[in-house]
């Protein structure tokens, strides 16, 4: 039997999964309107190349990627622009969108888009086809893919990483896309392994994932190099620094990229996607989202549109329950609180989580007993504790300098075991905006 191979520290929060990890993914009815902000993705804004009244078609570029790392986006659905205007984006602030008022009365079916054959493509070329589709990393972190498949020269790939591991508690798309799409998942890593001028990949996937992980063994092409490794149940299993720690046995140095040490990684989800574009010529459009929690009352995976508001998908899965409390974007480990039901889902949305009265209990704040609990789980070995000091006297440039904020993946395990309930994940994520701050008025 294959040893599960893992990373130091880490947590183990209840997984709920059971909730959907049963439900076969469904597609989404068109809502009448779709809402796309042209930041969906890390890096420049896209720039909008429609205007109020232009009439669109669901697969149409409507924003162009403005710099290097930076992304385009499509039309999810056909109809009319409404208007661009700012417009509440998930993370708490305004953002140029473009708004569609969907046509009812068409069939939705994509504009045909051509594609090249892509095993005819130049290997370098690969990566501007996946940048013209918009494509960004599923995982959450929504970076350009076309950026990441062009490493720099002087740090050569040898190995991609397919994380499969969807380590947030709650989460199933991920899981539901190996069992459903696996053909597409190794579509996109032969793709990639083009692209980056290599032959060998892994795929990770956590062991609570048993019949994903016999899905991807038994249709693994024979003739490609690739392993389908099972990975102990721990989070942060999933995010790129672990999940290189724990197939690779190698450490990113504080600073620098995975491809540093030879390494990338790509999410399932996206490796799904890369095959599409290459396939039907689908550029970036939807995904498969989880909606779930004890406080919505048709938990499922669906194929979403982006650009579906927060208020029609709730609708859709039944309204919420009468004890629903919060509403996340994302797991409850990472997620991002929702405050208002307008918000459009987005590219790097993998989740909408309600969560119930129950699952969400607001304890005290307390002041820090120096237990060292929050030590103990730092994935990357940081000093939570002193950084949630630094970060409440708001010493940011000796958090950033001397603490190493820089490495903290705000993967929250610190705000998870401190007794003191002291929101240290929050507190850091707040910091990083503060010298963002600082840094512009310098
Ligand atoms: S876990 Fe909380 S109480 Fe314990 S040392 Fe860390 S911050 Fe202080
Ligand atoms: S949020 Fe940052 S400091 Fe806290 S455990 Fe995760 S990496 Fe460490």
Redesign the pocket.
Known sequence: MQSLLSFKHGVHPPEHKDITAGIASRRFPFPDEIILPLSQHIGTPAESLVQAGDRVERGDVIAQAAGFISSSVHATASGVVKSIELWPHPNGTMVPSIRIDVDPNSTQMQRPRIVPRWEEVEDEDLSGEIGKAGIVGLGGAAFPSHVKLTPPKDQPIDLLLVNGCECEPYLTSDHRTMLEHPEKVYLGIRIALKALGISRAVIGVEANKPDAIEVMRNTAPHDLDVTVQALQVKYPQGAEKMLIKAVMGREVPSGALPSSIGALVQNVATSANVAAVFTTGQPLIERIITVTGRGIRKPGNWVIPFGTRLRDVINQCGGLTDDAAEIVFGGPMMGLGQANLDVPILKATGGVLVLSRDECKRQDILPCIRCGK?LE????F?N?QL?GALAKAERFEELAADANLG?????????YVCPSNIP??QL?AASRVQLGRLAKLA
Do not use: A
């Open positions: 929050c789980v730092c994935p990357v940081l939570p950084m490495d903290c993946m705000l993967c929250g395990c610190c705000s240290l994940s850091f």
